[in-house]
């Protein structure tokens, strides 16, 4: 079968379409056909060596997280009644045309919702509600989304809006831009001119924010910091502006905002990411949030997809179809 695979670490040039064994469904798992390979800001990262204390990856290896499609055949244990079923499968490879998964990784995906919505919000949707919890988005209040025509981020202003909060989306561009307004965000502001963190607190009228999720890092990340009100809360879990935002603990002390790292403590737990799972496909179903899937490219075109996500060109969403 045909699949993208890493034989060193290195740049988008390293991803190379090529033929490999077909995948065997052993003992508690399952062949998953895919029709849609999830793309993440993390693929490119672990593409380039990084990550590999959380995100082991031993050369070569076929990159990717998963995706969307039909059980082909299942292993020994295993309920015959899955082959055939319509799935998500959240794996540690992905960009190929089958894959294989512990049972205990599939998802059955709603009738209502194609196989390219559920790919889209297969990681995306868990971080993105994962954050939403965890924060407790109040009805009102000033909520600042970086990255916010992101996978994740795009899919945050969505739930920040359905709490009934007041968003402001922050975003390089005015493409990106358009998008996050059209997804619900009040007011939105281009983080990549001067003075941009001055006309978030201008939109709040002077204070801040009461809540900032900080998709960028780096320093995006610790200039989103200095946009929240005294007393308000921070979180953090983007990485593609540089690395993890650096936060002075005791400017968040004086300050009383709580800062609270979402990635610190590794990938969440994953009883609580098949709950989530489960919520964001029912609420993608219901159309309740909308992922906007911005890009698409064949398989062999995955080295596409990570050009365009270093050079920002991307909003919303890339997936690979296969
Ligand atoms: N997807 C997940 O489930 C997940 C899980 C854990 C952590 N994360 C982290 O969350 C962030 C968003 O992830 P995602 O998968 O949804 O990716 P994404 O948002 O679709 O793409 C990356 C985003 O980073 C922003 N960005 C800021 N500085 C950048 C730079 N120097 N180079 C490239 N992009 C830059 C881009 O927006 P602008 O051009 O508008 O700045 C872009 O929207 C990433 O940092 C990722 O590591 C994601």
Do not use: C
């Amino acid at each position: 079968m045909r699949a993208i695979q890493v034989r060193e670490f290195g740049g988008p040039e390293v991803l190379l379409p090529v033929e490999v064994p077909e995948p065997v469904a052993g003992p508690g798992q399952v062949v998953v056909a895919l029709e849609a390979a999830d793309v993440i800001y993390l693929d490119t990262l672990l593409r380039g060596g990084w990550g590999q204390d959380f995100f082991p990856r031993t050369l070569p290896y076929v990159p990717g997280h998963g995706g969307a499609g039909r059980v082909l055949s299942v292993g020994e244990g295993v309920d015959p009644g899955w082959a055939g079923r319509r799935v998500v499968a959240g794996t540690s490879t992905g960009y190929a045309e089958r894959i294989v998964a512990g049972v205990e990784e599939v998802t059955v995906v709603p009738d209502a919702l194609g196989s390219a919505e559920a790919a889209a919000v297969l990681h995306d949707g868990v971080t993105a509600l994962n954050l939403a919890r965890t924060a407790g988005i109040e009805r009102d209040e000033w909520v600042l989304v970086t990255s916010a025509a992101g996978g994740a981020g795009s899919l945050l202003v969505q739930l920040a809006r359905d709490a009934g909060a007041r968003v402001v989306a922050a975003a390089r561009g005015e493409r990106k831009l358009a998008l996050a307004r059209e997804l619900g965000a009040e007011v939105t502001v281009d983080y990549s001119s001067a003075g941009w963190e001055e006309r978030v607190r201008e939109a709040t009228g002077g204070a801040g924010v009461g809540l900032a999720f900080d998709g960028a890092g780096g320093e995006l990340g610790a200039a989103t910091f200095g946009t929240v009100a005294d007393g308000g809360r921070f979180l953090t879990y983007g990485t593609a502006g540089g690395g993890f935002a650096e936060i002075d603990p005791l400017s968040a002390e004086e300050r009383r905002v709580r800062v609270t790292d979402v990635l610190a403590a590794g990938p969440p737990d994953p009883l609580l990411v098949r709950e989530l799972l489960s919520q964001a496909l029912t609420l993608a179903a219901e159309g309740r949030i909308r992922p906007h899937i911005g890009a698409t490219y064949p398989l062999e075109r995955a080295r596409d997809a990570h050009v365009s996500l270093a050079e920002r060109r991307t909003v919303g969403k890339s997936l690979l179809l296969v």
